[in-house]
């Protein structure tokens, strides 16, 4: 399927090349969901074992594979080109494929999916198209989920510190160069409410867990 992203408002191409170029540092460094959210979305979804779930914004994959083992057929939708052949390195032509898509048209049929996920993504798409498409894919009785993450974790204030120092720095270089005036951002706070003020859903919830990365600092 081919995307045309100059269809698109101005900020789409700004949002999906601005992941250009380091894919696989991307994959290197960022976290991966518990493994727990597999198990906690297929009970919702009334399922043992999914027969689809589509992850939208798959990016390098690392939310795609989590459930390799855990689904019968596992998709991943990503419109960078470099984040999705990164993912695509990582196949060993098992039950996941990746496919170019917008969060806003998938490509995929009516019905298709048990779960649909977002993961660490859903605030660089614009909320009320994407969630006209989720529910589109979904099948009656499944189950969407936009996955965050409080990240990094910090357990005295001269940490905090340090890393509110750091966010605000990197904002500053992206600035200086100019690397995402074009972008959007939607608020992560307003994920559940725009969720609800959709109508789309008939039972929304906030739940987390925990998870644990290694690392070698």
């Excluded at 698109?8 to 949002?15: F, L």
């Excluded at 906690?40 to 390098?60: E, W």
């Excluded at 080109?81 to 995929?108: C, E, P, W």
Aim: net charge negative.
């Amino acid at each position: 399927m081919k995307v045309n992203n100059s269809q698109q408002a101005p900020y789409v191409t700004a949002n999906v090349d601005r992941f250009s170029g380091f894919a696989k540092e991307y994959n290197h460094y960022r976290p991966s969901i518990p493994d727990v959210i597999v198990d906690i979305l297929s009970q919702l979804a009334s399922v043992t074992k999914p027969r689809k779930v589509v992850d939208l914004g798959c990016g390098t994959g690392l939310s795609t594979r989590v459930w390799e083992k855990k689904a019968y057929e596992v998709i991943g939708v990503e419109p960078n080109d470099d984040m999705r052949f990164q993912a695509m390195s990582h196949s060993d032509g098992s039950n996941i494929r990746y496919q170019k898509g917008l969060s806003v048209s998938t490509g995929l049929p009516d019905s298709c999916a048990d779960i649909v996920t977002v993961v660490e993504a859903f605030h660089w798409m614009e909320p009320t198209a994407t969630l006209k498409e989720i529910v589109r894919i979904l099948r009656p009785g499944g189950a969407f989920a936009a996955i965050d993450y409080d990240w990094p974790p910090t357990i005295n204030l001269e940490a905090e510190n340090v890393d509110v120092s750091f966010e605000n720095h990197a904002k500053e270089i992206l600035k200086e160069i100019g690397g995402d005036n074009a972008a959007y951002r939607w608020s992560k706070n307003e994920h559940l409410f725009q969720i609800q003020k959709s109508g789309l859903f008939k039972f929304t919830k906030e739940f987390a867990v925990h998870g644990i990365e290694k690392g070698n600092s």
